[in-house]
Structures are given as structure tokens and as C-alpha cells.
């Protein structure tokens, strides 16, 4: 995994670790099924998929939705990307029901689908979006999201890192 090209502000950084988690599922996925396109190897991957999705990711994504974009959409350019973000965590929530109840021949399509979404959605988060926050957000106003984004990891995320572990 490439390494992170930007000073990221110690607000965000829950955040980042947890794209970074969410960017090794990703390329688990594409090098388990590139390797190994079998049945086997896809269940493996949907119950890697429900784990991560349980344990972190649809908190991350409420994190994101209640504390972090309503904190910053009066700083941004547009609320345009916020809201293309905001479609994105439902078409994944849409993936990751999908590939629960997926038939064999449905399943592996569908997770390469979802690691491709979400691997775009982490890089437009990581470039677009907390650049532009670390760029018109002054240090105070960083370090009052900062200390929301904590409190609400802990409430919503409280198997987080387990994902990562298994
Ligand atoms: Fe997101
Ligand atoms: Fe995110």
C-alpha cells in the first residue's frame, strides 16, 4: 500500500486509520480473487466483507455522516462532493447486502464491484474532501471535530480494528 502523501491532521487521523483498513480489504479482495477465482475463495472474501462491514465500516460511515460532513459543509467549495460521498456509502451498503445473499455466480462479480467503489470513495475522501478541510478549516476548528469524531468512533465503532485483525 502506498504510503499517505499528505501531512493528515491529527483530527482526521481516526478516520485515516480506518480508510486504511478499509484499503487492505480492498486489496485483499482483488489479489484473493485474481489468484484464486474460485467458490472457496469467494465466500472467504463475503464473510471478510460482513466482518469488516460490521465492525467498522457502517460506522465509519455514520461518523462521517452525522459528525465530520455537517461540520464542514458550510467550509467547503460545493456541498456537491459531500453529497456524491453520501450516494457512494449507500451504493456500498447496497453491495454489502448484495454479496450476503449473493447466488455463486452473482458473488464474485459483486465484490469486485464493491472493492472497486470503495477503494475510489477512500481516495476522493483522502485527496479531495480532508484536503480541502485541512486547507479552510483553522486549527481550533479542526480540533473541536477532532475531539466529535473521537467521541463518535468510540459509540459507533466499538469493534474497530477487529476487521482488521482477522
Ligand atoms: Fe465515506
Ligand atoms: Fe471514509
Redo the contacts with the bound molecule.
Keep these: 500500500m502506498a504510503p499517505q502523501p499528505m501531512h493528515r491532521d491529527p483530527s482526521l487521523i481516526p478516520?485515516s486509520h480506518q480508510h486504511q483498513h478499509g484499503l487492505a480489504l480492498t486489496v485483499f479482495i482483488d489479489r484473493g480473487l485474481e489468484a484464486e477465482p474460485t467458490r472457496e475463495k469467494a465466500l472467504e472474501l463475503a464473510a471478510k466483507v460482513a466482518r469488516a462491514a460490521e465492525s467498522e465500516l457502517l460506522g465509519?460511515?455514520r461518523v462521517?455522516?452525522e459528525v465530520l460532513f455537517p461540520a464542514v459543509r458550510p467550509f467547503l467549495r460545493s456541498g456537491a462532493l459531500l453529497d456524491v460521498?453520501?450516494a457512494?456509502?449507500r451504493t456500498m451498503e447496497d453491495l454489502i447486502r448484495r454479496i450476503a445473499e449473493a447466488t455463486d455466480e452473482e458473488r464474485i462479480p459483486l465484490l469486485k464491484r464493491f472493492g472497486e467503489v470503495l477503494h475510489g470513495?477512500?481516495r476522493t475522501?483522502e485527496r479531495q474532501l480532508f484536503q480541502q478541510i485541512q486547507a479552510r478549516l483553522d486549527a481550533s476548528q479542526l480540533a473541536t471535530i477532532g475531539r466529535d469524531i473521537a467521541a463518535k468512533v468510540e459509540a459507533v465503532c466499538p469493534l474497530a480494528g477487529e476487521a482488521s485483525r482477522a
Design positions: 478516520l465509519h460511515f462521517e455522516e460521498l453520501i457512494e456509502h470513495h477512500i475522501e
